[in-house]
C-alpha cells in the first residue's frame, strides 16, 4: 500500500514539473507600478502666493535669528518687520537705510546716513547703526535704542578729506565663532575712490568690526603666494555662512563677496578664514568651471552682467543665489559653484537643472529661510516668495 502511494506522489510530482514552464516561476510583473521619474524640466523654484505689498520700495531684506522677516523701505526710510504669515509688526525710521541684518543677540545693524558737519560744510556720511529691542527682558520693536557705531571716517581716523564723502557701505556679514570674542563680530564691504586712506589702505575693502563695534581691520587677501590690501573691486554684497535659524547656524568667518567692477572678472567669491601661526589668513576659493554634471558656474568669468546682492542658504541644501539686476534675473548654484539643481536620486537626468527666477521689474534684494527664497522688486513694492519642487512635502 505504501509503495503504491509514493507511486502517486512521484508521478503527481513529475506531472506538476513538465506542466510548468519555469519549476521556480515566473518573474513577477511589475509594470503595473508607476515609477517617479524626475525630468530635468519638474525641477524649478515655483512661486507662493500670496506677496508681500505693505512696502513701498523695498531695497533690502533679511531674515533673522527671531525668525521674522525685516525689510529696508528706501521711500519712508524705515526698517518694517513681519513674522513669516507677512503679518506687520512694527516699522522704525533710520535715516537713509539701505541694508539689514540681524546679528546672534538679536539686535539687528543697519547701514543709513548721518548728517554731518566737518569744518563748516554739511555733508551725509555713511553710517553704521545698532538697533537694540529689548526692553525689561521683552523684544519690544516698537520700543527701541539707535545707537550710531560707525561714521565713515571717523572710526579709524579723526582727519576727514574731501573723498571721505564718496564713501559708502554697502553691506554687512554677521560672523559666527565658538568663542565669545568670535561670535558676533561682522564684515563691512565699502566702497569709495581713495586708493590708500590715511594708511589704512583702500576705500574699496572688506573692514572687520569686533562685537563690541571696534574696528579691527581692512581684510587683506592671500593669494598665488602673495598678500593684497587692494584685492577686493567696488564689493557691493556679501554673504556669511552663518544663517538662521539660530539652532543649525555655522560658527563659520568664511564670506561670500561680490564684486562689481570691470577689472574683476570673477565677480562671486568665497574668502575663506583661517587662523594662521602669525595671525588670520583671508584666502578666496576657486570652483570648477569645467565639471561636466554642470553646463554654467558660478565663476565663469564675467558671469553676470550687474550682480547686484547675493544669500547664502543656511540649510541641507547650501545653496548660493545671486541677484543680476542686469537682467532681473535670480541664479542659483551649488556651494561649489555649479549652477543648477543637482538631480534628486530616482531622476534619470545626468545634469544639473537649471532654476533660473525671472520676470522682475527691479530686482533689488535676496533673503532665504526654511527652503523658502525670498526676493525683493523695488519697482514693484512686492516681496515674492520661492520653493523648490523637490522641497515640497
Not at 179 to 192: E, L, M, P, Q, V
Not at 194 to 213: C, H, K, L
Not at 285 to 294: E, H, I, K, L, Q
Not at 300 to 318: E, L, M, Q
Request: net charge negative; glycine share 6%.
Amino acid at each position: 500500500m505504501m509503495k503504491w502511494m509514493n507511486c502517486i506522489a512521484l508521478s503527481l510530482t513529475a506531472l506538476f514539473i513538465t506542466g510548468c514552464d519555469n519549476y521556480w516561476g515566473d518573474k513577477t510583473d511589475l509594470g503595473f507600478i508607476d515609477i517617479p521619474n524626475y525630468e530635468v524640466r519638474e525641477v524649478a523654484y515655483v512661486p507662493l502666493e500670496p506677496k508681500l505689498y505693505d512696502v513701498a520700495a523695498p531695497v533690502d531684506i533679511a531674515i533673522g535669528f527671531d525668525e521674522f522677516l525685516y525689510v529696508v523701505d528706501s521711500v519712508t526710510s524705515e526698517i518694517a518687520r513681519f513674522d513669516l504669515a507677512f503679518q506687520p509688526q512694527g516699522r522704525i525710521f533710520i535715516p537713509g537705510v539701505t541694508k539689514v541684518v540681524q546679528d546672534r543677540r538679536l539686535q539687528l545693524l543697519a547701514i543709513g546716513t548721518s548728517d554731518t558737519t566737518v569744518n563748516g560744510v554739511d555733508y551725509d556720511l555713511t553710517t553704521i547703526y545698532r538697533i537694540n529691542f529689548e526692553a525689561n527682558g521683552a523684544l519690544d520693536f516698537n520700543n527701541v535704542t539707535i545707537e550710531k557705531v560707525a561714521v565713515h571716517p571717523f572710526y579709524f581716523k579723526n582727519s576727514f578729506s574731501s573723498s571721505d564723502a564718496n564713501v559708502k557701505f554697502t553691506d554687512i556679514a554677521v560672523q559666527g565663532g565658538n568663542t565669545a570674542a568670535s561670535n558676533n563680530r561682522y564684515y563691512i564691504s565699502r566702497t569709495g575712490t581713495n586708493a590708500n586712506n590715511a594708511g589704512f589702505g583702500p576705500d574699496n575693502a572688506v573692514v572687520v568690526f569686533s562685537n563690541t563695534d571696534e574696528f579691527v581691520s581692512s581684510v587683506p587677501v592671500t593669494a598665488a603666494g602673495a598678500v593684497y590690501n587692494n584685492y577686493f573691486k567696488r564689493p557691493l554684497a556679501m554673504a556669511s555662512f552663518t544663517q538662521a535659524p539660530q539652532i543649525s547656524a555655522q560658527p563659520s568667518q568664511d564670506f561670500w563677496v561680490i564684486n562689481n567692477h570691470p577689472d574683476q572678472s570673477i565677480q562671486v567669491q568665497h574668502v575663506q578664514f583661517e587662523e594662521g601661526p602669525f595671525g588670520a589668513v583671508y584666502q578666496p576659493v576657486f570652483y570648477s568651471t569645467t565639471d561636466p554634471v554642470a553646463d554654467r558656474y558660478l565663476q565663469t568669468a564675467n558671469r553676470f552682467i550687474n550682480p547686484i546682492d547675493i544669500v547664502f542658504a543656511g540649510d541641507a541644501n547650501a545653496f548660493v543665489f545671486i541677484a543680476d539686476g542686469g537682467v532681473d534675473s535670480v541664479y542659483q548654484f551649488t556651494s561649489n559653484g555649479l549652477e543648477g539643481v543637482p538631480p534628486p536620486p530616482a531622476s534619470t537626468a545626468d545634469k544639473h537643472a537649471i532654476s533660473t527666477i525671472g520676470g522682475f521689474e527691479e530686482l533689488s534684494a535676496l533673503c532665504y529661510y526654511d527652503k523658502i527664497l525670498y526676493v525683493a522688486d523695488k519697482q514693484a513694492g512686492t516681496i515674492s516668495r520661492y520653493q523648490l519642487t523637490l522641497d515640497f512635502d
